[in-house]
């Protein structure tokens, strides 16, 4: 989890400093509420893998799938939401939206990889 808050502190700086530097105009003014949404999901998805993996060790692989198939749903209706109460720029907002799916998404392979590399060892 402390790693999950580390990632997204980095994102918020990056963010800041695209902001600051005149480049966050390619970026969408709703940055900051998609952030901290995959903030919210990321620490939801951690718990409920944690709860899974203490509570039955062989059904993680369950767990794990569980909770990629509720994110994906939360994100749909995240941008559904926004693209129905017409968010302004809507294929900015998707293209940012998409963008930090894929940075959380290769985030949490990168984690899953590691831990599981050692627990191999």
Known sequence: MFRTILFTFFLGIVLFTADYFSAGTYIHPEKWTILAFFFVVSLLQHRLMEQGFKENRERFVQFYLTTVVVRLLMC???VGVFLYF???APN???VTFFAFYLFYT???IYGLYRNLRRDLE
Do not use: I, R
């Open 106 to 108: 290769c985030f949490e």
């Open 92 to 94: 900015s907002f998707v």
């Open 76 to 78: 749909l209706v995240f």
């Open 86 to 88: 017409k968010v302004t």
